[in-house]
């Protein structure tokens, strides 16, 4: 298939929403398989509710998740005057004409439409009215001379050949009386002009289709490939919302979770291929198609998000998870009690012990919090676990340990481990009497990694240290 051009077109009256981060995933697959490009208009033309952090948390999240768009970024209000252009062409070749129905007469019409149960139409009166007949105060708009007879077609690809009776859609309106185009005329204009060929994006837009096509039909445009894909849904069936986790792309960064591991969630969120999990960017590429895409919404399962980013985790190199949580450090340490960046030293240990850390925790804000050791200070708070193992017996083996361990020529895995056996033997112990309030004593928490790797990675000096603090 040959130059395939498809767009991502988000309105930025806020942040860039899952639903939103799979519709441009699908679009930058889409043109990645057929080595096409993937467009990326913002529709800026609601002035009132677009902002400029919104076009920048947008751009943010895209970037974030891996999906660079195509040319330079389109913005739709910039294009007005075109959008308008198109609107008298259609004018002067007698496919829209000027309608002067007052807002009185408009509401009527809602009001009548209302009490028979049936959708607000515009009846057409200015249809083949001359315009010399309307007073002269009254500024029209240009109203799309639909048919009003046959059927507007969509074959979909994902929903399938979609059938509208032409007699149950009214004359849109393309430019209203200030001048400004409508969001239907700006979005099929903008399309045309892009020169996109497949239009992918929510179901939500499907009743837009008919519109959009009889505009193309009038302009004498090709109408491009649609299909529209059905919306994400959270756990419990309903349309998916902030408490289900409907957060923006953003959001995610901060949860810690990794930008490849959500795009290999979001890909499999209403497609499927076979019963493939995961997907190397290329595997996704080589394999995404339209047909590979349900009528069914699909449901968000935060659990099974974690899942697979635990995969990627676990399969990611020690310096590449350590650069992970240095990015979103800025965002989440003070919660932590983290540091905002890690020095050279605090970030050799972090690499050290990243073995022994990424093989339990499901997200990297989870392996920060498991990474406490490294950077908690002096003297640890223990949680209330930790604390419970702390007991007087426990405080003064811990002494009668420390002591042993400074005489230790070797600070190895084998030689503290060997070393705390022997303790626990001479005591009587079992070794997890004695590894458990070590545990506890060294990571402030009642689980951690092995606690011989913790005890080589912080060093025997603050090993010495820390233990020291218990007697305080």
Same mark, same amino acid.
């Given at each position: 298939?040959?130059?395939?051009?498809?767009?991502?077109?988000?309105?930025?009256?806020?942040f860039?929403h899952?639903?939103?981060?799979?519709?441009?995933?699908?679009?930058?697959?889409?043109?990645?398989?057929f080595?096409?490009?993937?467009?990326?208009?913002?529709?800026?033309?609601?002035?009132?509710?677009?902002?400029?952090?919104?076009?920048?948390?947008?751009?943010?999240?895209?970037?974030?998740l891996?999906?660079?768009?195509?040319?330079?970024?389109?913005?739709?209000?910039?294009?007005?005057?075109?959008?308008?252009?198109?609107?008298?062409?259609?004018?002067?070749?007698?496919?829209?004409?000027?309608?002067?129905?007052?807002?009185?007469?408009?509401?009527?019409?809602?009001?009548?439409?209302?009490?028979?149960?049936?959708?607000?139409?515009?009846?057409?009166?200015?249809?083949?009215?001359?315009?010399k007949?309307?007073?002269?105060?009254?500024?029209?708009?240009?109203?799309?001379?639909?048919?009003?007879?046959?059927?507007?077609?969509?074959?979909?690809?994902?929903?399938?050949?979609?059938?509208?009776?032409?007699?149950?859609?009214?004359?849109?309106?393309?430019?209203?009386?200030?001048?400004?185009?409508?969001?239907?005329?700006?979005?099929?204009?903008?399309?045309?002009?892009?020169?996109v060929?497949?239009?992918?994006?929510?179901?939500?837009?499907?009743?837009?289709?008919?519109?959009?096509?009889?505009?193309?039909?009038?302009?004498?445009?090709?109408?491009?490939?649609m299909?529209?894909?059905?919306?994400?849904?959270g756990?419990?069936?309903?349309?998916?919302?902030?408490?289900?986790?409907?957060?923006?792309?953003?959001?995610?960064?901060?949860?810690?979770?990794?930008?490849a591991?959500?795009?290999?969630?979001?890909?499999r969120?209403?497609?499927?291929?076979?019963?493939?999990?995961?997907?190397?960017?290329?595997?996704?590429?080589?394999?995404?198609?339209?047909?590979?895409?349900?009528?069914?919404?699909?449901?968000?399962?935060f659990?099974?998000?974690?899942?697979?980013?635990?995969?990627?985790?676990?399969?990611?190199?020690?310096?590449?998870?350590? %650069?992970?949580? $240095?990015?979103? #450090?800025? +965002?989440? !340490?003070?919660?932590?009690? =983290?540091? *905002? @960046?890690?020095?050279?030293?605090?970030?050799?240990?972090?690499?050290?012990?990243?073995?022994?850390?990424?093989?339990?925790?499901?997200?990297?804000?989870?392996?920060?919090?498991?990474?406490?050791?490294?950077?908690?200070?002096?003297?640890?708070?223990?949680? %209330?676990?930790? $604390?419970?193992? #702390?007991? +007087?017996? !426990?405080?003064?083996?811990? =002494?009668? *340990? @420390?002591?042993?361990?400074?005489?230790?020529?070797?600070?190895?895995i084998?030689?503290?481990?060997?070393?705390?056996?022997?303790?626990?033997?001479?005591?009587?112990?079992?070794?997890?009497?004695?590894?458990?309030?070590?545990?506890?004593?060294?990571?402030?928490?009642?689980?951690?990694?092995?606690?011989?790797?913790?005890?080589?990675?912080?060093?025997?000096?603050?090993?010495?240290?820390?233990?020291?603090?218990?007697?305080?």
């Amino acid at each position: 298939m040959s130059n395939v051009v498809t767009r991502f077109a988000p309105s930025p009256t806020g942040f860039l929403h899952i639903g939103g981060g799979r519709t441009a995933l699908f679009n930058w697959l889409y043109a990645k398989r057929f080595g096409g490009k993937m467009m990326l208009r913002i529709e800026d033309t609601d002035r009132e509710r677009s902002t400029d952090a919104a076009i920048a948390a947008i751009i943010d999240g895209l970037q974030w998740l891996g999906l660079e768009w195509d040319g330079d970024i389109v913005y739709q209000f910039s294009r007005a005057a075109r959008h308008r252009e198109v609107a008298e062409k259609l004018l002067a070749e007698g496919k829209a004409y000027y309608c002067y129905a007052t807002p009185q007469e408009l509401e009527e019409m809602r009001e009548k439409a209302r009490a028979e149960g049936r959708p607000m139409r515009y009846d057409g009166r200015w249809r083949d009215r001359d315009p010399k007949e309307a007073p002269d105060s009254l500024k029209p708009v240009i109203r799309l001379k639909a048919p009003q007879e046959g059927e507007t077609i969509v074959n979909d690809q994902v929903q399938g050949r979609v059938v509208w009776q032409n007699k149950d859609l009214d004359d849109l309106v393309l430019l209203r009386s200030d001048g400004t185009p409508t969001y239907m005329l700006a979005v099929v204009v903008d399309d045309h002009d892009m020169s996109v060929t497949h239009i992918i994006r929510g179901d939500d837009h499907l009743t837009n289709a008919a519109r959009q096509t009889q505009i193309y039909q009038a302009a004498g445009w090709d109408v491009p490939v649609m299909a529209h894909i059905p919306l994400i849904h959270g756990p419990d069936g309903a349309k998916l919302s902030k408490r289900h986790g409907a957060l923006g792309v953003e959001a995610y960064r901060a949860l810690g979770y990794l930008p490849a591991a959500l795009r290999n969630y979001l890909v499999r969120l209403g497609w499927s291929h076979g019963d493939q999990e995961f997907f190397s960017t290329e595997e996704m590429i080589a394999a995404f198609n339209l047909d590979g895409i349900g009528r069914s919404p699909a449901r968000f399962d935060f659990a099974k998000l974690e899942n697979i980013n635990g995969h990627y985790m676990r399969a990611a190199s020690d310096a590449d998870l350590v %650069a992970a949580i $240095e990015t979103i #450090l800025p +965002e989440v !340490a003070q919660a932590h009690g =983290a540091p *905002l @960046a890690l020095d050279p030293a605090l970030r050799a240990k972090f690499i050290a012990a990243m073995p022994g850390l990424k093989e339990r925790a499901k997200t990297l804000v989870e392996l920060l919090d498991s990474a406490y050791y490294l950077y908690a200070t002096r003297p640890l708070k223990p949680d %209330a676990k930790a $604390e419970s193992l #702390l007991d +007087e017996t !426990a405080r003064k083996r811990m =002494a009668a *340990l @420390a002591d042993i361990l400074k005489t230790l020529p070797e600070w190895t895995i084998e030689a503290t481990e060997a070393a705390v056996r022997s303790f626990a033997e001479a005591e009587g112990a079992k070794l997890g009497q004695i590894a458990q309030p070590l545990r506890a004593a060294l990571t402030g928490r009642g689980t951690s990694p092995p606690i011989f790797d913790v005890m080589v990675v912080i060093g025997k000096e603050e090993t010495l240290a820390r233990l020291a603090d218990l007697a305080l």
